[in-house]
């Protein structure tokens, strides 16, 4: 007798399919039952884990800005705080005399009314040329550091200590550091790795001689307009030069050492310390040729040194470190760089003989953008008075004069030749002179070490 469990094998076949269907239809129907919970839990999860890290994310924001806030406004505060003639006299560069004890040579009664104010003149920096160098990189740490005891002693903001270190035959160290080629050169010898380590010693040993800025490097791109100028200043064409400056200021910012990219916009095959330069190409050409600017700026090198060639294609009226076009509206706002704006030498005889007398032209480079003003000569006292009177007569004038100042100040208190103190209350900042300094032993150590792998990586590449 067949088992009441018994199947008749005709319907097996319908019964297994049936079967079959049933836990396929279950394996596709389950998940759906859960997923959309399961996804509602872990976006609920995600959407917890964002708004923390946002939360978060924003609270250190606010804590960076308003850092960053309170610290713009110390340096305003500490430019404030000096005089109109201090605050002028910030935004020179000039030379200096001697190379074993550091002596000014004017006295703060050249640029004001006041005949029995003996005070020490001090430009905000100093540039130094070869007469200024000792024999032996003692004697020069000694120069340098005469000049911060110096102010110190006296309560005078320390200067910054620039020098034309660019290689080649501009190269006022070739009698104490270790060897630097000619720009072209290094591009032509030194794969990006050596030539980052080349400009990395040199920086050390700068640093470690006192110095803070280097005028360097020369960002133009070396083309027929320019080539009997430049010569080997130049990395070369545009790619290579864009490639071989950027290294070469991460290298020198990387350690210790500011970086300037000169000459913008750019020269002629006319000697500026002779002629006016002057630059014919369209807008489109001399995009193409400052390209190595426009990258390098990125890198937030600590200046860019103005040229004193016309442009035809933007301003052709005037030079480009006396025009608010090419420093103002392409450099700060186009290009978006936020560092100190150097004039070059507005003593060259170019200026002059073209209708820009110094008295003159200091005012006109204030005017268009320039922070800080080179001159070649060791006296600053009589262009500084034509500032101190304009700033008196024009609020709008005393105002960029501030503005100049306060640059100069930051860049100060990022070479660590002046810091920043937190009150006591927690409140904010103030700007006071820098304490810690390097030992002469330490920095001579460092200095002699930089100095031996640089030779040795000279006779490497070069022989």
Same mark, same amino acid.
């Given at each position: 007798m067949p088992s009441k469990h018994a199947v008749d094998s005709s319907t097996l076949p319908g019964i297994i399919f049936f079967a079959v269907m049933k836990k396929v239809i279950f394996f596709l129907i389950f998940p759906l039952l859960f997923i959309p919970s399961c996804s509602k839990k872990i976006d609920a999860r995600q959407t917890k884990k964002e708004i923390s890290a946002r939360k978060s994310y924003g609270i250190w924001t606010d804590y960076f800005n308003t850092v960053e806030r309170l610290k713009k406004s110390a340096v305003s505060e500490f430019v404030n705080s000096l005089s109109l003639e201090e605050r002028v006299s910030q935004v020179f560069i000039e030379n200096l005399t001697g190379d074993t004890v550091f002596q000014p040579v004017e006295e703060v009664r050249a640029?004001?009314?006041?005949?029995d104010d003996t005070t020490p003149l001090v430009p905000g920096g100093y540039l130094f040329f070869s007469y200024n160098l000792a024999p032996s990189p003692e004697k020069i740490m000694d120069f340098t550091d005469s000049i911060r005891d110096f102010c110190v002693e006296r309560g005078i903001t320390p200067?910054?200590?620039?020098?034309?270190?660019?290689?080649?035959?501009?190269?006022?160290?070739?009698?104490?550091?270790?060897?630097?080629?000619?720009?072209?050169?290094?591009?032509? =010898?030194? %794969?990006?790795?050596?030539?980052?380590r080349l400009y990395a010693l040199q920086a050390i040993q700068m640093h470690s001689l006192g110095f803070h800025l280097n005028m360097a490097p020369v960002a133009e791109v070396l083309s027929p307009e320019n080539e009997s100028f430049l010569s080997d200043r130049s990395f070369g064409d545009r790619?290579?030069?864009?490639?071989y400056s950027a290294l070469c200021v991460n290298a020198y910012q990387n350690y210790g050492v500011g970086a300037v990219l000169k000459h913008f916009p750019g020269n002629s =095959?006319? %000697?500026?310390?002779?002629?006016?330069p002057e630059i014919r190409l369209s807008k489109e050409m001399l995009d193409e040729q400052l390209l190595p600017f426009k990258k390098c700026v990125?890198?937030?090198p600590a200046g860019v040194l103005m040229s004193h060639a016309r442009t035809s294609c933007l301003d052709e009226t005037v030079p480009a470190c006396f025009s608010s076009k090419w420093i103002t509206d392409e450099l700060r706002q186009n290009y978006g760089f936020r560092g100190i704006v150097f004039s070059d030498d507005i003593f060259m005889g170019a200026?002059?003989?073209?209708?820009?007398?110094?008295?003159?032209?200091?005012?006109?480079?204030?005017e268009a953008g320039v922070n800080c003003i080179m001159i070649s000569e060791k006296r600053f006292g009589a262009v500084a008075k034509v500032l101190v009177k304009k700033a008196r007569e024009d609020a709008a004038f005393s105002k960029m004069i501030s503005q100049s100042a306060e640059k100069i100040i930051e860049f100060k208190i990022h070479a660590k030749i002046l810091t920043l103190l937190q009150k006591d209350d927690g409140s904010g900042y103030v700007v006071a002179m820098n304490g810690s300094q390097q030992t002469l032993h330490d920095r001579l150590f460092y200095f002699t070490e930089a100095r031996a792998e640089n030779i040795d990586l000279?006779?490497?590449?070069?022989y």
């Open positions: 640029i004001t009314e006041n005949p200067p910054f200590l620039a020098i034309d270190q660019e290689g080649g035959f501009v190269n006022r160290l070739r009698a104490v550091s270790g060897p630097l080629p000619s720009q072209k050169r290094v591009a032509d =010898n030194l %794969d990006v790795k050596n030539a980052y790619d290579t030069a864009s490639l =095959n006319t %000697d500026p310390h002779t002629g006016l990125g890198k937030n200026l002059n003989k073209n209708g820009y007398p110094p008295e003159k032209a200091v005012i006109m480079a204030i000279y006779l490497e590449r070069f």
